[in-house]
């Protein structure tokens, strides 16, 4: 048996084996895919809260700032916020013969927009009736959409005897008609002039429609390979629903979340208008019904008292369109993924953003 030396086991007569895609490790390891990515960085918490802030802050300020739907709407919703918060600490309530009757709008600063004919300043109506106003909007808007996305999700995700009563109890509400059914309950019901119990009494049944059409997209998301996946590797289901689910339905439900506030806006006017609802609160409607009571439609020196509350209804309602629109963007995936690595394209690598690495394998 032929003895062999050290040197004759390291010469190169016989071939060393190497990977196959014939590329060495320069470190001593082996390669075991070309596509092996080696991370020099360790993700912090500074870098955690960048990405938040990123995701949920600068992305979705820089898509409202990019789109002059949003800055419009933004602008005229935070004007009527303001003046339903801050106005009324501004503001006196108005009284009677506090001016000449009838004053026309802009010819005395101390009644910008004008006098009724009892000398009360209209402004003072308008900015101390939008707090009642804006408390019809957030209850009435957040029950309708709470109500049918709730219901349209159970329907649309469980199936089965749950979708089919739920369904059934869907298709009455949408064949109720609800404008004569929130007369009737108007009349019924003590609801007194709680502004938030009015608010839902508008929309107890207008949340029928979204329910069916968020139980028409659930029952199509259920079937997406992320969610069999998900129920596969037994993910909880209020899991599924709240994190998987409702983000891709978000879009549709800021739409309606908007359609149900300026619906609430609309038929809160028209019933104090008709006189159906309580006169305890100083409304927009009330406002139209005391100028159309007087005359104010047919008389030239009166017209602007039926107009100012008419302005009020309709700047309102187009900030919330103008608004429900660009949200829709906000809440877009790949919009939002667009603007957040505007963010992540501007960073310094090397203050740690986990894009510096070295990809081995010869690529």
Not at 35 to 40: A, C, G, P
Not at 42 to 55: F, N, V
Not at 94 to 120: I, K
Request: aromatic residues 10%; contains cysteine; hydrophobic residues 45%.
């Amino acid at each position: 048996m032929t003895d062999h030396t050290i040197e004759d086991l390291l010469s190169d007569d016989e071939p060393t084996e190497t990977p196959d895609d014939g590329d060495a490790r320069t470190d001593g390891g082996s390669v075991t895919s070309p596509f092996d990515v080696v991370s020099q960085y360790e993700e912090t918490r500074r870098d955690r809260y960048r990405k938040l802030y990123d995701a949920y802050v600068y992305a979705p300020v820089s898509i409202i700032w990019k789109d002059w739907r949003a800055r419009i709407g933004f602008t005229i919703v935070a004007f009527y916020l303001l003046m339903g918060t801050v106005g009324p600490l501004l503001v006196d309530e108005a009284v009677v013969a506090e001016g000449p009757a009838l004053a026309q709008p802009f010819e005395n600063w101390a009644y910008p927009l004008g006098t009724d004919d009892m000398g009360r300043d209209l402004f003072s109506q308008v900015v101390n009736a939008t707090p009642e106003m804006l408390k019809m909007i957030t209850s009435g808007a957040l029950f309708t959409v709470i109500v049918g996305t709730t219901v349209g999700g159970i329907a649309g995700y469980k199936g089965g005897t749950a979708d089919t009563v739920l369904s059934s109890i869907t298709d009455v509400f949408i064949n109720i008609p609800a404008f004569p059914l929130v007369m009737v309950l108007a009349l019924l019901l003590p609801i007194g002039g709680n502004p938030w119990v009015i608010g839902i009494l508008l929309c107890v049944a207008s949340w029928g429609g979204l329910a069916r059409a968020i139980r028409s997209q659930v029952l199509t998301l259920r079937q997406e390979p992320f969610i069999e996946a998900a129920r596969a590797i037994g993910v909880p289901t209020p899991k599924i629903v709240f994190k998987e689910i409702i983000p891709h339905l978000m879009p549709f439900v800021v739409i309606n979340l908007t359609n149900a506030a300026r619906r609430v806006i609309f038929e809160a006017a028209a019933l104090y208008y008709l006189g159906i609802l309580p006169f305890e609160n100083l409304n927009w409607g009330v406002t139209l019904n005391l100028a159309y009571t007087a005359g104010a439609h047919y008389r030239p020196q009166a017209l602007h008292w039926f107009i100012v509350p008419m302005v009020a209804i309709v700047f309102i309602s187009i900030g919330l369109i103008l608004l429900g629109q660009s949200l829709d963007r906000v809440f877009n995936p790949r919009v939002r993924a667009r603007h957040e690595k505007t963010t992540e394209a501007t960073e310094d690598p090397e203050e740690g953003d986990g894009t510096n690495t070295d990809v081995v394998g010869g690529l």
